[in-house]
């Protein structure tokens, strides 16, 4: 009792320093493009975080981003039933990367993949002021024959100390 005490105030003093590293409960929607190819948008600056800004963001590309493919495995996978038996995720891992590119002027990216399972991280261009702070994001696809022909939109802005705004992944159709 005493034990479990201590952790749930060390746990509850520390949740609101870091509330979104916390482990997300219930599972990840996979989804499934045709190609590994798309547009990266975001921004660094520390004043476009959170949702408020999401349309200023997506007009804005990021060039020389880092985008690094690699193989998943998919280790605990559930079947969601009451939404016509779609494979969510609970649990993966993802190898070493095997592809790399850089996006280029428009935020333009492309890495040739086999049908399978891959995660992707991106890592942007070093931050230009103290106003600005180094964008990441991760995200795991499949790559099948039998998905939609879209491309990927990709914002890789760090989110809000309140978890909302950046760090999402969006399917559009080709035009």
């Known amino acids: 009792m ?4 201590i952790i749930g ?3 509850a003093y520390i949740l609101p320093l870091f509330p979104c590293s916390i482990v997300t409960i219930g599972p990840e929607t996979v989804l499934a ?3 590994v190819a798309g547009t990266i ?6 004043d476009l975080m959170g949702s408020s800004h999401d349309a200023e963001r997506i007009s804005r590309p990021v060039p020389g981003a880092t985008v690094s493919l690699s193989h998943r495995e ?4 559930i079947r969601d039933r009451s939404n016509g038996n779609q494979i969510k995720l609970m649990d993966w891992k993802c190898g070493q990367p095997f592809a790399t590119t ?5 935020g333009k990216f492309a890495i040739p993949a086999a049908a399978g399972k891959y995660c992707v991280q ?3 261009p070093a931050p230009k002021s103290e106003a600005e702070v180094q964008m990441r994001a991760g995200f795991i696809f499949d790559v099948s024959s039998n998905a939609a022909d879209r491309m990927i939109l990709a914002d890789m802005t760090p989110r809000w100390p309140d978890c909302s705004g950046g760090s999402s992944i969006k ?4 035009r």
């Open 2 to 5: 005493r034990r479990a005490l």
């Open 9 to 11: 105030f060390v746990v």
């Open 33 to 35: 493009v045709h190609q």
């Open 41 to 46: 948008v975001g921004n660094g600056r520390i």
């Open 74 to 77: 998919d280790t605990k996978v």
């Open 102 to 106: 850089i996006s280029d002027e428009r």
């Open 122 to 124: 991106m890592i942007g």
């Open 171 to 174: 399917l559009l159709d080709q």
